[in-house]
C-alpha cells in the first residue's frame, strides 16, 4: 500500500488541510492512544482502494467549493466514512434489501433472521460505528450500503470478501448519482443485526419503537 501511518503532530506542524495532507503526502496523520484513529486506519488497510478514492474525491469537491462549504457529495461521503455499514446480498436474500430500506426491522432481522451471516452478511466500513461498538447502547444506528455479491459469497474467506468489496464499493461511489441514491446510506439499527448483540434473542427486543423506528410517511 503507497500510503503509511505517521504522527498527528506532523498534521500540525505542517498546516494543511486534513485531506489535503493525505491527498499530497500519502501520510496519514493518526492520534496515538485514540481509539477513532486506530479503528481508521484499521479501515485504510480493509479498504486501501475505496478509502484512497473517498480522499480524491473530497479533494475534488473542496476544489470546486472549497473547505468551508461541504457540498451534498461530501456530506454522504462523510456519512459513509464514519457510520456506513457494508450489507453484502446474495441473490437468495434480494428481498432483505427491500425490508431495510423500508425499515420493515421485524421482518428482516426475526422473520427473516435465518438469511443473516448466510445470503446476507454485514461489513463495518464506518471507524466512528467500531469506536462507539466499544460501548454499545440503544440508539447506535449505522448507515446502510448494499451491495450486490454472487451466491455463497458467505463462505468465501475473510480476505477475499474484503478484496472484492474494496474493489465493489470504490467502483460504486465513483459513481455520484448511487452516492446521492436515497436507497444507499439509509438508517440501520446496528444491535438488531442477529448475533451483534444478546438481547436481540427474543422479538420482544425489536418492539421498541423508540430504536426500531418505523420508515416516516410522507
Known sequence: MPFQFVDNDELSADGRYYE??????????????????M???????????????????????????GVKQRSKIRNKLTLLD??????????????????LIAQQWTESFWDARADWWHSIRPFVFGHAIYEMATKPFLGLTAKCWFIEVPAGFSQWSLT????????KLSKQIANSSLLLDNRQLTPLPLLGIPH????????M??????????????
Open 160 to 167: 477475499d470478501s474484503y478484496t472484492f468489496l474494496d474493489e
Open 20 to 37: 489535503t495532507f493525505i491527498f499530497e503526502t500519502q501520510r496519514i496523520p493518526t492520534r496515538s492512544e485514540n481509539w477513532h484513529d
Open 39 to 65: 479503528f481508521g486506519a484499521l479501515i485504510w488497510c480493509l479498504f486501501p482502494k475505496t478509502k484512497a478514492l473517498l480522499n480524491s474525491l473530497h479533494m475534488a469537491e473542496i476544489a470546486q467549493y
Open 205 to 218: 427486543f425489536y418492539r421498541n419503537t423508540e430504536y426500531f423506528r418505523p420508515l416516516r410517511q410522507p
Open 196 to 203: 451483534w448483540y444478546a438481547d436481540n434473542t427474543e422479538q
Open 82 to 99: 464514519e457510520c456506513g455499514v457494508i450489507i453484502a446480498i446474495e441473490p437468495a436474500a434480494k428481498p432483505q434489501q427491500s425490508l
